[in-house]
């Protein structure tokens, strides 16, 4: 590397800042990063001696919903790093972890979900290698397939992977010595996980097999022909696996809780990282003191009333309070959150743009009805 190719590289580095260190092990380094407020990107750092370049520079040419868009790679001194989107939703470890298995129509929706990720990569001739629970993450827009730390391009001459690594349980006999790596080994790995999801029970413990016994027939014949021992015997493509598990469910894909259910704006806070959340909670304090101002003004009104201000102005108050802090503080809260009507991630603006035209009508509304009872509380008292 080059004193300028070298400089290149560390202003490149320098260009993130750490939120939070995800993982650090022999592995590699991951780190959540931003640079600035409102994104927030997933960044590896690979020693040298288990990168694959080639793989992550195949991998960024993908434009697929079901993964993260690769941004970034660069060199460093003895490791090799990438910068990526993250990922925002729930691990399907964590799922399983807090709410028990999956219904069938789920496992079934998030694993075609990840077929499709899957396939994109082999297209461009990457094999994943790692496909697992933790690194599958669902969310409103559905399953993503993260984390290329160990992927490799298909080497047609090879006999071989020249690294053997993987998750246990989930990696397919080949990925620790047996043969070289294909498409038919995440195919594995993709069955296992549909297992994994639809039993709780990993494929590496031993009350697995009876859980299994537990799965509907036709689930279960497609696990068994994904999870043969040998790559020959199994689906020969991702895509192919995806028509099986899909004819295997016969009924429209159920969304996953995460799809069904606007996330509560307190758990919305809770998952939000870095400048979003600092920006939520500055949205929420502004409003918080623009109403406590107004309201303040109310009480004044309604305390000591004139000739000009009756308790009627007292009320109106109280309402562009209410106004004031849903416009400028709540529903900004709830925009940068992705909570409640917000959850779906896309087209924020013309949602809260739609939820200041209605709640000006409504304030306007209120303000004719006030003025109206107000002209005739005096008409009545002149009359009178």
């Given at each position: 590397?080059?004193?300028?190719?070298?400089?290149?590289?560390?202003?490149?580095?320098?260009?993130?800042?750490?939120?939070?260190?995800?993982?650090?092990?022999?592995?590699?380094?991951?780190?959540?990063?931003?640079?600035?407020?409102?994104?927030?990107?997933?960044?590896?750092?690979?020693?040298?001696?288990?990168?694959?370049?080639?793989?992550?520079?195949?991998?960024?040419?993908?434009?697929?919903?079901?993964?993260?868009?690769?941004?970034?790679?660069?060199?460093?001194?003895?490791?090799?790093?990438?910068?990526?989107?993250?990922?925002?939703?729930?691990?399907?470890?964590?799922?399983?972890?807090?709410?028990?298995?999956?219904?069938?129509?789920?496992?079934?929706?998030?694993?075609?979900?990840?077929?499709?990720?899957?396939?994109?990569?082999?297209?461009?001739?990457?094999?994943?290698?790692?496909?697992?629970?933790?690194?599958?993450?669902?969310?409103?827009?559905g399953a993503h397939l993260v984390d290329l730390g160990i992927a490799?391009?298909?080497?047609?001459?090879?006999?071989?992977?020249?690294?053997?690594?993987?998750?246990?349980?989930?990696?397919?006999?080949?990925?620790?010595?047996?043969?070289?790596?294909?498409?038919?080994?995440?195919?594995?790995?993709?069955?296992?996980?549909?297992?994994?999801?639809?039993?709780?029970?990993?494929?590496?413990?031993?009350?697995?097999?009876?859980?299994?016994?537990?799965?509907?027939?036709?689930?279960?014949?497609?696990?068994?022909?994904?999870?043969?021992?040998?790559?020959?015997?199994?689906?020969?493509?991702?895509?192919?696996?995806?028509?099986?598990?899909?004819?295997?469910?016969?009924?429209?894909?159920?969304?996953?809780?995460?799809?069904?259910?606007?996330?509560?704006?307190?758990?919305?806070?809770?998952?939000?990282?870095?400048?979003?959340?600092?920006?939520?909670?500055?949205?929420?304090?502004?409003?918080?003191?623009?109403?406590?101002?107004?309201?303040?003004?109310?009480?004044?009104?309604?305390?000591?009333?004139?000739?000009?201000?009756?308790?009627?102005?007292?009320?109106?108050?109280?309402?562009?309070?209410?106004?004031?802090?849903?416009?400028?503080?709540?529903?900004?809260?709830?925009?940068?959150?992705?909570?409640?009507?917000?959850?779906?991630?896309?087209?924020?603006?013309?949602?809260?743009?739609?939820?200041?035209?209605?709640?000006?009508?409504?304030?306007?509304?209120?303000?004719?009805?006030?003025?109206?009872?107000?002209?005739?509380?005096?008409k009545a008292l002149v009359g009178a």
């Open positions: 590397m080059t004193s300028e190719e070298s400089g290149c590289t560390f202003d490149a580095d320098d260009r993130y800042r750490v939120v939070q260190v995800l993982a650090d092990s022999a592995s590699g380094r991951t780190e959540l990063v931003t640079r600035g407020v409102g994104d927030l990107f997933v960044r590896k750092f690979i020693p040298d001696e288990l990168a694959n370049p080639a793989a992550w520079e195949a991998a960024r040419e993908i434009s697929c919903p079901q993964m993260p868009t690769i941004r970034l790679t660069y060199r460093l001194p003895g490791v090799f790093a990438v910068v990526y989107d993250y990922v925002e939703g729930f691990s399907v470890a964590q799922l399983l972890h807090d709410r028990g298995r999956f219904e069938p129509r789920e496992a079934m929706s998030i694993a075609v979900d990840v077929c499709t990720a899957a396939g994109e990569l082999h297209r461009r001739g990457v094999i994943h290698r790692d496909i697992a629970p933790g690194n599958v993450i669902v969310n409103t827009q490799r391009r298909y080497d047609q001459g090879a006999r071989h992977d020249t690294t053997r690594l993987g998750t246990f349980g989930f990696a397919a006999p080949e990925q620790f010595g047996f043969a070289q790596t294909d498409a038919r080994s995440d195919v594995y790995s993709i069955g296992a996980l549909l297992a994994f999801m639809l039993t709780g029970v990993l494929p590496s413990a031993p009350e697995f097999d009876p859980a299994l016994e537990g799965v509907p027939p036709a689930l279960r014949k497609v696990i068994d022909r994904a999870c043969a021992f040998e790559p020959s015997a199994r689906y020969a493509s991702a895509r192919e696996l995806s028509q099986a598990v899909r004819a295997a469910v016969p009924v429209p894909p159920a969304p996953s809780v995460a799809r069904k259910v606007p996330r509560p704006i307190l758990a919305a806070l809770r998952d939000t990282q870095g400048g979003r959340r600092l920006a939520a909670v500055f949205f929420v304090a502004v409003g918080a003191l623009l109403a406590l101002f107004l309201a303040g003004v109310g009480v004044m009104l309604l305390v000591h009333p004139t000739s000009y201000y009756s308790s009627m102005s007292a009320l109106l108050a109280f309402a562009i309070a209410v106004w004031a802090f849903d416009l400028c503080g709540l529903q900004p809260c709830l925009a940068v959150t992705h909570a409640r009507q917000y959850h779906g991630g896309r087209g924020r603006l013309g949602i809260y743009l739609l939820r200041c035209i209605k709640g000006t009508g409504l304030l306007v509304v209120f303000f004719i009805v006030l003025v109206t009872l107000l002209r005739r509380a005096k």
